[in-house]
């Protein structure tokens, strides 16, 4: 029977071992340091989402087999005997056993504080240094599933956009240190990989702006929110943030055009890919979904001047960030290295629909959150979206070589 290894009561390794900080791994990663790790979770977990990175060299050996006092050579024999390894699990307990018992053995280790909680849990905020509207437009960043969320600020006043529940208090305390007012908070849609944090600013007095279109799959919650239409204008000190609906990905998506210098796309255009179109509408209903994105793609945003910034609301291992270290790229530099913004409208339904990836975690169970019929609390929200996005269309062939 399966046993909950963060449940379980561990023995105390003779060997005192170190923790690492998620935020320090990160740091040695950035820094191109070679980094092994050895993942403990079960191998069904660490296929569906773990630790990768061009210096990162990731082994999974599941906790269980250092249970016994001898353990496996062959187990052994797998781990660098000559470099330092860091261990990690779900939530730091196997983990500590794990390295501990490699300690015990000789090995060079540590172990990941937190486990992957510990990693979902860093969100970095960058300055997008290409925006050239008024204020100053940052982006934030969660490696551990590729989401990106934008902050603007200028003359006291400030706004987020696609805000993650999980970090309800950062949006609140970044607008204290930086002295502005949070104003506003806007989602592109209902989101199927996260859960959003719309409602929760809300309740803490900021004004939650929700598009008209995506209220109308059955939000709950309409009274607690501004709802919005194409065209739409709100101010933000001396910025502008216009509605702009570009449905596809979802009948409801909607990009958010900020001081005429960055669309933030949400989930219809990312900087390595296009939306895929069947979590709303299903494998049956894609093909026209896809339709309409391509529309949307070819009359709402590619109309825009080159020189606009795209900032979609995710990035994938297949992304490569800006100069500046944000996801967001020109809407020229696109339409010259990514093939799908080219074709004709056959020719892209055909490849957005041909190699579709796994749908989200959980992400039926996080639409129903996001639309206010599940309630669940923040520890469980947290939980639940746990793991890759995977609200792009497969990038294979999308872009140009």
């Not at 590729?146 to 529940?165: K, M, S």
């Not at 960055?262 to 179109?277: H, I």
């Amino acid at each position: 029977m399966y046993m909950d290894p963060e449940a379980m009561d561990f023995p105390t390794p003779d060997a005192s071992v170190e923790s690492i900080s998620p935020e320090a791994l990160k740091q040695r990663i950035d820094r191109g340091e070679d980094v092994k790790i050895l993942d403990a979770r079960m191998a069904s977990n660490y296929e569906e989402w773990r630790i990768d990175g061009e210096n990162v060299e990731s082994i999974n050996v599941p906790y269980f087999e250092f249970l016994d006092e001898e353990i496996d050579d062959d187990v052994l024999s797998s781990i660098p005997s000559d470099e330092h390894v860091t261990v990690l699990c779900a939530k730091g307990g196997a983990s500590e056993f794990v390295a501990g018992a490699l300690a015990d053995r000789g090995y060079d280790v540590d172990h990941l504080e937190d486990g992957m909680n510990g990693w979902a849990s860093i969100y970095e905020a960058h300055e997008i240094t290409g925006y050239d509207g008024a204020g100053t437009l940052l982006q934030y960043q969660r490696p551990s599933s590729g989401c990106l969320g934008y902050f603007v600020y200028d003359d006291g006043a400030a706004a987020v956009i696609d805000p993650l529940r999980a970090f309800t208090d950062r949006y609140l305390d970044d607008a204290a240190e930086l002295g502005v007012e949070l104003k506003y908070a806007f989602d592109t849609h209902v989101h199927a990989d996260h859960v959003s944090g719309l409602r929760e600013l809300a309740a803490e007095g900021v004004e939650a702006v929700l598009p008209e279109a995506a209220a109308d799959r059955g939000v709950t919650y309409t009274d607690e929110v501004t709802l919005t239409a194409d065209g739409d204008r709100f101010e933000v000190g001396d910025v502008t943030i216009e509605t702009v609906f570009t449905p596809g990905h979802t009948t409801g998506m909607t990009s958010y055009l900020v001081d005429d210098s960055l669309l933030a796309t949400g989930d219809g255009l990312f900087v390595e890919s296009v939306a895929r179109p069947d979590l709303e509408e299903g494998d049956d209903g894609a093909p026209d979904a896809a339709r309409t994105l391509y529309d949307s793609l070819k009359n709402r945003v590619l109309a825009l001047d080159d020189d606009t910034l795209v900032g979609g609301a995710h990035f994938s291992d297949a992304a490569e960030p800006a100069g500046d270290g944000t996801y967001t790229a020109p809407i020229g530099e696109l339409k010259d290295r990514m093939d799908a913004l080219s074709m004709d409208e056959d020719a892209f339904v055909e490849l957005v629909l041909s190699d579709m990836p796994p749908r989200p975690a959980n992400y039926e169970e996080i639409i129903a959150t996001n639309l206010g019929r599940n309630e669940i609390d923040d520890e469980e929200a947290f939980t639940l979206e746990l793991g890759p996005n995977n609200c792009a269309a497969s990038q294979d062939a999308l872009t140009s070589d």
